[in-house]
């Protein structure tokens, strides 16, 4: 048996899918996959904790590393008692990685009965920008997209193996396409994709550059109901001169105007953004201007990452704000976001929705809001729920005829 344990984006979720047939395919049992994340020092302290708990709890097994941090810092992995082998971002999807005599090509995509409703399909990789806090390029390579031809084989296969649920990932998914013949953006991939597999019943994007959703990706997330009504926006701060410190590409302005676009189109869309607490240089003001920006673009889903410098990066140069700053920072910006999803998730109460059930009694809106169901449904399939009430956190909802 092979147990990987994984970290950080959900492309690495989608990439541990993909380990776990690898290390199948060439006959890998007893061993413990761990697929790091690099983003920040606690998801690399939180990836060490669980490889010495991993010797600890299977003394016998073989510890593998991999993922980001073990690509960017191979010897640090490789000096750990407890580890085995250490394998780049490259080669931990290879089945030839985990045994030499190994040729097995991989399986196909995972099959109805793996426990999980909503699948993960990769349609790019790598990343072209230089954020100054981002080690990530480094680990990944530039950006590569997939061929449409090939992602709408995949989501078929997917869907025709009992997935209801499809969410597009990569490193920077709003880069797609221009590294391909014809340059198809986001938004022109997104159409065709629908179209080709009309038996998808949802579609969910992964992160977005506001300022780069393009008009297509606009048009379709207006007219395609399958298409889900829940965007998660890359904003990062809401003070311009952090994010120019930060080298994104929007503005503070982007990213309220992408927030009143998407609510104009679908009113009921849910929105949720990564903000970083504490950036270097970063002031009260400048803070609060992104404690704002949880109100000012109704942000329901608000994921918060205290800065941490990574070495190697423009970013951990800079002038740094005090540890304990930043840890109540992020605290303010976690309430901040808490508060609005309870906001939120009131406002839902007594409407209906259609819910992907991911689990016994568990499930996910069509906006994302977590689901507690009242009255039994079967997983893997996605039902029309009245919600009844809510807790702050969850939904819960009844089936309706």
């Known amino acids: 048996m092979v147990d990987v344990v994984t970290f950080g984006c959900r492309l690495n979720a989608f990439e541990s899918e993909i380990i776990a047939r690898a290390a199948a395919a060439a006959g890998l049992a007893d061993a413990v996959v761990v697929n790091t994340c690099a983003v920040t020092a606690e998801a690399e302290r939180q990836a060490r904790q669980a490889i010495r708990r991993a010797r600890r709890e299977h003394p016998g097994a073989r510890i593998v590393v991999t993922g980001c941090a073990a690509t960017l810092d191979r010897q640090r992995y490789a ?23 190994a040729s097995t090509p991989l399986p196909g995509p995972p099959a109805r009965g793996t426990g999980q409703a909503r699948a993960y399909l990769q349609v790019q990789q790598g990343c072209d920008h230089r954020c100054t806090f981002c080690i990530i390029p480094y680990a990944r390579g530039p950006s590569r997209s997939i061929p449409i031809g090939a992602l709408a084989e995949q989501a078929r296969a997917l869907t025709a193996a009992g997935h209801p649920e499809i969410v597009l990932t990569g490193v920077d998914l709003t880069a797609y396409g221009a590294d391909l013949p014809g340059r198809p953006t986001l938004g022109q991939m997104v159409r065709r994709l629908l179209a080709a597999v009309p038996e998808l019943r949802r579609l969910r994007l992964s992160s977005l550059d506001p300022v780069e959703i393009d008009d297509d990706l606009w048009d379709v997330f207006a007219r395609d109901a399958r298409l889900m009504p829940h965007l998660h926006l890359s904003l990062q701060a809401g003070d311009d001169l952090i994010l120019k410190r930060m080298k994104r590409r929007h503005t503070r302005a982007d990213a309220i105007a992408a927030a009143r676009r998407a609510r104009a189109l679908r009113p009921e869309v849910a929105l949720g953004a990564d903000l970083i607490a504490g950036f270097p240089t970063e002031n009260d003001d400048m803070f609060r201007r992104s404690l704002d920006l949880v109100a000012e673009c109704g942000l329901a889903f608000v994921h918060v990452f205290p800065y941490s410098p990574r070495p190697g990066t423009p970013a951990a140069r800079m002038p740094q704000v005090p540890p304990a700053v930043v840890r109540e920072r992020a605290a303010r910006l976690r309430r901040a ?53 809510t807790d702050g956190k969850t939904l819960v909802g009844v089936v309706t005829p």
């Open 79 to 101: 000096a750990m008692p407890e580890v085995d082998a250490v394998l780049d971002n490259d080669a931990k999807l290879r089945p030839e990685s985990y045994s030499a005599a």
């Open 337 to 389: 976001g808490e508060a609005a999803l309870a906001a939120a998730l009131r406002s839902r109460v007594g409407a209906t929705d259609e819910v992907l059930i991911e689990r016994p009694g568990r499930g996910r809106s069509a906006c994302y809001a977590a689901v507690r169901l009242a009255s039994p449904a079967p997983p893997g399939t996605v039902q029309r729920l009245r919600f009844t009430e």
